[in-house]
């Protein structure tokens, strides 16, 4: 239940203009790979790619090979729909339906592709989305109410309930713990430590010190001028990037000298 | 610089005394009062005091005096500000007066009929006193009814292109030609429907679903714009965790974002129906005038309240007051109806929108 | 290499509900094609016909009512522009804030209520109520043409039908143009205070010039809700085909709207026509009015400072 990722020669495109060029990484599975680099360093356009949600903007597109497990997911063949079902993602903020109740939300991956299941088969499985998310304690008492009604951590936890509930390979965090507090944060990243065991991870992230607490590996990204497209400048194990970078940019980087 | 110069500096000028206003208003108003009367009773024509003429007079007097006494005492720029206060006041009061008229008189003269005989009687076989309004309400329930089932459809699928599909040229047009249709007279859509009608059925037609029709050409537009606006508040972030949970387009649309934006497109819709509900001109053209209900849209004439209140009003018959109090007791069904809807609306978007 | 982005594969869900959306957007062009079309049909047979509805031709025959039509909704704009901007700005800027949404609801009331009611009212409340102050205009001010006697007695005239008119068409006006004031940006408003300027003079530093665009607008969308008014109009006036500036008088001239209500009903054949033909002419000046509206908001929207 985890997928090996590899990039080659990947290019991000919107519409005429490069965001990102030339990437070339793997990503093992069962591992938490973190994306860093400045702000408009291309890190969420490049996260976006791995589940097709870039192209979603109009005239935005990727060339170059992506796959995952050995396939392509952008040769011609291959449905997005079914890729972004493989691959789930968190957002920056929290965002669950709020026309939905605590129960429905963590289920919507199902019900909104009106996928029929009966109410045990539906409990059971909401039950163990949230416990994998470590909400279900918090929760269990109040299944119906809106999923607006939590707070900001606990909302998010519901998202990564939603995007575990559905069971895919991959899930993406793209700079899930910015619009919460330290304790939720550290509730966060201690969850993604445990979802490691099952799913391969990828986190962007604009704080060195989260990096550096819960990724296996790093990838620092960024651009050499406004109007050009980013790069990734080096790509290694957590502690060589921390203590003991190749290149001097990630060196300037991450002991804060720009950035 | 001393430090008494430096306070000098900060102080403001004088400022007028608290029992000016209400002093001057007492005085305009007497002024006025006097005035008036002097002139009404010099002048043998008129019998009573024009009570306009007498507030017309106080509120100028008023405003004068007020403005001469800030300019004397405040200097000029804070006299200005007031003038244009008592000026802005005095525009708002204006307006509210015909509202506060309008709705003393129809609830005043249309209290007259007001009964259970209105409500379940038609003017058949009626020719002076009694009958009632039955089959203009039944009218105006169909005739809506029809319209809103025309409009709602169509009016929410081409929100739904103008704001999540449509790009280019053919939205811009479509968008351009929205804009165009709010603008349509209402007698031009009514003639629109009579000319469409005409091809098919032949000069002299009547028919109520024309009416719907007509009402429909008023109707979508309006529903466009509201359900645009409450398709574009639905946050992104909710579509993209839709598309993010391997949810395709169509459904994200329908599942997500419609059932967000519901509460609101409820209202607009309401909204929508307010306004039409009340129009006459283009029903007096397709749908026509009867005294009987007619339960068939595709059938003939069919009556609707706001041509009812206008036929009862302009063809009087042999006792002409029964005639005028028929009409403003149909007013005040129109009023009280439209009052009803607006206000279902409101409580609507209050407690039915998503929180958060 | 292209830069053109690849096609993606579609799915039958998305493939039939995008194409209804599309539809949808389509039936919009087709209703408005239709409205033109049939109008147009309908209106020649009163041109080409021999034996003339009108005698003197179709110019001379809604040149009067075309008249009427113009100077009604002159008259409205004249006096609803001002009131509705003194309006807008008293619930911007002068009332309490708290207050500004229940006087926002009252103003808009004024807009729920239907116009063949504001038609009997105008009739038989406002019209009464006016002709004193009629007679005393044309008493003192009867040497400007517009005051000339002799005054009606009822008091239906086309002033007052004006003033209905600018009642009806207030609300819509002040909506826009409380839309437009308050969303003068803050920092245009805070600069002039920071200035020392008083209320008024931040208003007609900060906030009158940045909506003036706006107000064009409102007024132009106003002026041709007011052209196309039927009902109001029918019920206030007797109007017969007259051209004539007095605006005091019981001969009083009819727009077209209000003739077409009036005549239709009764009438058949070339006439029919001939009244469709009067409605052409309103739509087309109604539609062009808009258009210009919407030209004047969307050229200026660049210099707004909104962006």
């Known amino acids: 239940m985890s997928m090996r990722i590899e990039l080659s020669s990947l290019n991000v495109y919107y519409g005429s203009f490069l965001a990102v060029e030339d990437i070339n990484m793997v990503i093992e599975p069962n591992s938490i790979t973190a994306f860093i680099g400045p702000s408009g360093c291309g890190k969420s356009t490049l996260i976006r790619t791995l589940n097709r949600m870039h192209e979603v903007i109009p005239g935005a597109y990727v060339k170059g090979k992506l796959t995952m497990n050995g396939e392509d997911i952008y040769s011609p063949s291959v449905d997005p729909v079914k890729v972004r079902r493989q691959v789930g993602m968190v957002f920056q903020r929290p965002n669950p339906f709020p026309t939905m109740t605590i129960k429905e939300n963590v289920l919507s991956g199902y019900r909104l592709n009106n996928n029929k299941m009966s109410k045990s088969d539906a409990d059971a499985l909401a039950e163990k989305a949230l416990k994998g998310a470590n909400l279900w304690n918090e929760v269990k008492d109040r299944l119906d109410r809106p999923g607006s009604s939590l707070s900001g951590g606990q909302q998010q936890r519901l998202c990564i309930a939603r995007a575990i509930a559905v069971e895919p390979e991959v899930i993406l965090m793209d700079e899930p713990t910015s619009a919460l507090d330290p304790i939720s944060t550290a509730a966060i990243e201690d969850l993604a430590i445990e979802l490691k065991e099952k799913f391969t991870v990828v986190i962007v992230t604009h704080n060195m010190q989260q990096a550096s607490r819960i990724s296996d590996m790093t990838a620092f990204f960024t651009i050499a001028d406004t109007g050009l497209p980013g790069k990734l400048i080096e790509y290694d194990r957590t502690d060589n990037i921390f203590s003991n970078p190749k290149e001097k940019q990630t060196e300037d980087y991450v002991s804060g000298r720009f950035g | 610089m001393t430090t008494a110069s430096v306070t000098q500096d900060f102080q403001g000028t004088r400022s007028l005394p608290k029992w000016l206003a209400p002093t001057l208003l007492a005085v305009a108003i007497l002024a006025s009062f006097s005035i008036n009367s002097a002139l009404a009773s010099s002048n043998p024509e008129v019998t009573q005091l024009n009570l306009f003429a007498v507030a017309l007079v106080a509120v100028v007097t008023y405003s004068v005096g007020f403005y001469l006494a800030s300019r004397i005492i405040e200097g000029k720029r804070k006299s200005a500000d007031r003038l244009v206060t008592i000026l802005v006041t005095g525009a708002f009061s204006l307006a509210v007066v015909p509202l506060i008229s309008l709705a003393w008189t129809v609830v005043e003269r249309g209290a007259a009929r007001f009964d259970m005989e209105f409500f379940t009687f038609s003017m058949r076989n009626v020719v002076g006193a009694g009958g009632g309004a039955y089959h203009a309400i039944i009218g105006t329930l169909q005739i809506t009814g029809l319209a809103t089932l025309i409009s709602v459809p169509i009016g929410i699928m081409t929100a739904i292109y103008l704001v999540e599909y449509g790009r280019g040229a053919l939205a811009r047009a479509v968008t351009f030609f929205v804009d165009v249709m709010t603008g349509i007279p209402s007698i031009v859509a009514g003639l629109f429907a009579y000319a469409a009608f005409v091809v098919v059925f032949g000069p002299g037609v009547r028919m109520g679903i024309g009416g719907a029709i007509a009402l429909s050409v008023l109707m979508i537009p309006v529903v466009i714009r509201a359900t645009e606006e409450m398709l574009k508040i639905v946050p992104n972030e909710l579509r993209e965790a839709s598309y993010a949970l391997g949810v395709p387009k169509w459904l994200t649309v329908t599942k997500v974002v419609l059932p967000t934006a519901l509460a609101g497109i409820a209202t607009g819709v309401m909204i929508a129906i307010a306004r039409i509900i009340g129009e006459t001109a283009p029903l007096l053209i397709i749908a026509g005038f009867t005294a009987s209900t007619n339960f068939n849209p595709f059938d003939e004439r069919m009556m609707t309240l706001p041509v009812f209140v206008y036929t009862s009003y302009a063809n009087q018959g042999a006792d002409a007051q029964t005639y005028i109090d028929r009409a403003w007791t149909g007013a005040l069904v129109l009023m009280l109806i439209v009052m009803i809807l607006n206000i279902i609306a409101r409580l609507v978007s209050k407690y039915f929108s998503p929180k958060g | 290499m292209s830069s053109q982005a690849p096609v993606v594969k579609r799915r039958i869900g998305d493939l039939v509900f995008s194409n209804l959306a599309l539809g949808?957007?389509?039936?919009?062009?087709?209703?408005?094609?239709?409205?033109?079309?049939?109008?147009?049909?309908?209106?020649?047979?009163?041109?080409?016909?021999?034996?003339?509805?009108?005698?003197?031709?179709?110019?001379?025959?809604?040149?009067?009512?075309?008249?009427?039509?113009?100077?009604?909704?002159?008259?409205?704009?004249?006096?609803?522009?001002?009131?509705?901007?003194?309006?807008?700005?008293?619930?911007?800027?002068?009332?309490?804030?708290?207050?500004?949404?229940?006087?926002?609801?009252?103003?808009?009331?004024?807009?729920?209520?239907?116009?063949?009611?504001?038609?009997?009212?105008?009739?038989?409340?406002?019209?009464?109520?006016?002709?004193?102050?009629?007679?005393?205009?044309?008493?003192?001010?009867?040497?400007?043409?517009?005051?000339?006697?002799?005054?009606?007695?009822?008091?239906?005239?086309?002033?007052?039908?004006g003033i209905v008119l600018a009642i009806m068409i207030l609300p819509i006006m002040a909506a826009l143009i409380r839309e437009i004031f308050l969303q003068t940006p803050r920092l245009h408003e805070e600069a002039a205070l920071a200035l020392g300027a008083t209320r008024w003079e931040v208003i007609k530093m900060a906030v009158l010039p940045f909506g003036k665009a706006g107000i064009i607008s409102s007024a132009m969308l106003g002026l041709g809700r007011a052209l196309g008014e039927t009902m109001a109009v029918a019920l206030v006036l007797s109007g017969s085909g007259v051209i004539t500036f007095a605006l005091l008088t019981s001969t009083n001239p009819n727009t077209i709207a209000a003739n077409i209500a009036l005549q239709f009903p009764e009438s058949s054949g070339t006439y029919t026509s001939l009244l469709i033909a009067t409605g052409l002419v309103l739509f087309a000046i109604t539609m062009a009015i808009n258009m210009l509206a919407r030209w004047v908001i969307s050229r200026r929207s660049e210099f707004s400072g909104a962006n």
């Open chain 3, 24 to 161: 949808s957007g389509i039936t919009i062009l087709v209703i408005l094609a239709a409205v033109a079309i049939f109008l147009f049909a309908e209106s020649v047979p009163a041109f080409l016909s021999e034996q003339d509805a009108a005698p003197d031709g179709f110019f001379a025959y809604v040149a009067p009512f075309l008249f009427g039509t113009v100077l009604a909704s002159i008259i409205a704009l004249l006096i609803a522009t001002p009131l509705a901007i003194g309006i807008a700005l008293y619930i911007s800027h002068f009332a309490p804030r708290r207050a500004s949404q229940i006087l926002g609801y009252s103003i808009d009331l004024l807009a729920a209520i239907p116009s063949v009611v504001y038609g009997l009212w105008g009739m038989l409340v406002l019209a009464p109520f006016l002709n004193p102050s009629y007679l005393w205009l044309n008493e003192n001010f009867g040497w400007i043409p517009f005051f000339e006697g002799p005054v009606s007695a009822t008091g239906r005239t086309m002033m007052t039908v």
